[in-house]
């Protein structure tokens, strides 16, 4: 961007630091947003609660996510207080980030990107019964929670928010924006009777859900199905069939039998019930979808990528993750993704290319028509190659990213 934070930019997550033994903290401003001012991070004045409702203050030390670790320095202490963090609900920096009210040359309206940088309403249910709601200008997910930008008051030049790291362990259920049905209404792509419809049939067809199959067949008992789902909440980019195979509560051959009498009596989701039915197309889903969450969604058939930012990531990666790197600034890639939420995929390109990642969203579709577009012939067939001609076997048309359309319904 032309105009230049005044806040440090930490390293990612994985990235190597000068020596070992250095502190680390992993947090990143709202994304996409111009920040004219905020916490410099090291040694910010931060507020945390822990799961037993006490709460503590300090200087922050450390937010390391690859270790699970916050450190802080309490008033008056000669040593730092190390906490892990699935023993929190939640942290806030004290120092609200100053961002700019509208913006008129950054780097994405250079790029031609679409980027709302509106603040989105946000709810977080804790496990104990208590919530935080408000509204926030975009997040970010980690494997160890959800960092979010409260809104906290805008005035004539500025907007100010404040950066709030709630802990996977302490959430039981979160959503951003308002419903996806209701967004598509408001934007004219679905009439409110097809919406109406599509959601009866819904919960026609989860009269009977793969759980209860489950359970019925005495494959997994109740208790360990509520378990499974429970963390599922806390991991949304996880499928439940995954959860329960990484659990070792079902066997694959099981899962597979479950997933074939499912077929047979429901739909996934409401978005396939509308992808399905002829309402909308599945792209349509996704802009919806990345507006309700702040996601810029990218046409990369008429996104001009130059070919020194290609190179930034090589074909097998690129295809590996199904990823473009679209453009770098201050230090972080900006890519294309179908299911930007996946943080597993941005925290291992963050890895293997050393900077930050800042995902954005594009159909699967126009994903494919750019990696063969943008890498040669001669990269290509040596990344076919490589995964066994297993890209080229693919059918985007036909396969649905259900962990997507669960977001959609979820909100996360």
């Not at 390391?64 to 008033?75: F, G, H, K, Q, R």
């Not at 494959?219 to 070792?248: F, T, W, Y």
């Amino acid at each position: 961007m032309q105009s230049e934070p005044l806040i440090m930019i930490e390293p990612p997550v994985g990235m190597a630091t000068q020596s070992s033994g250095a502190m680390k903290i992993d947090l990143q401003p709202p994304p996409f947003s111009d920040v004219h001012e905020g916490p410099e991070y090291s040694n910010t004045s931060v507020t945390i609660e822990l799961n037993n409702n006490t709460r503590i203050k300090g200087k922050l030390v450390q937010f390391n996510v690859a270790t699970e670790t916050i450190s802080i320095l309490e008033p008056r202490a000669t040593t730092q207080t190390d906490i892990d963090m699935s023993s929190i609900k939640f942290l806030r920096l004290e120092k609200p980030y100053q961002l700019m009210l509208a913006s008129n040359n950054t780097e994405e309206k250079i790029k031609g990107l679409d980027v709302d940088t509106a603040a989105r309403s946000f709810e977080v249910f804790f496990k104990d019964r208590t919530e935080i709601t408000g509204k926030t200008y975009g997040s970010r997910n980690d494997k160890n929670g959800v960092h979010f930008y409260e809104q906290t008051k805008i005035g004539r030049k500025w907007r100010y928010c404040t950066h709030l790291f709630v802990s996977k362990a302490a959430i039981e259920s979160n959503a951003i924006g308002g419903q996806i049905g209701d967004l598509l209404v408001q934007e004219k792509q679905i009439s409110q009777e097809a919406l109406s419809t599509a959601l009866e049939e819904q919960q026609t067809e989860r009269s009977r859900t793969i759980g209860e199959y489950l359970v019925s067949q005495k494959i997994v008992d109740a208790d360990e199905l509520e378990g499974a789902l429970s963390r599922q909440k806390n991991m949304p980019n996880l499928k439940l069939g995954e959860i329960l195979l990484s659990e070792d509560l079902v066997t694959e051959a099981q899962l597979d039998e479950a997933l074939k009498e499912q077929k047979k009596k429901r739909k996934s989701a409401l978005g396939e019930i509308l992808v399905n039915s002829g309402v909308i197309a599945k792209h349509e889903i996704q802009q919806s979808l990345a507006k309700k969450l702040g996601i810029p969604f990218v046409n990369l058939r008429e996104f001009i990528v130059e070919p020194e930012v290609i190179r930034v990531l090589t074909a097998a990666t690129a295809y590996k993750h199904k990823v473009v790197p679209l453009y770098v600034y201050e230090g972080k890639i900006v890519v294309a993704i179908a299911n930007p939420m996946d943080w597993q995929v941005t925290d291992a390109l963050s890895f293997n290319i050393n900077k930050y990642v800042e995902p954005v969203m594009a159909s699967p579709e126009d994903i494919n028509w750019a990696l063969q577009f943008y890498y040669s012939s001669e990269d290509i067939e040596s990344t076919i190659a490589d995964f066994d001609g297993e890209v080229e076997g693919e059918d985007e048309d036909d396969s649905y990213d259900e962990t997507l359309f669960s977001a959609a319904e979820t909100a996360l």
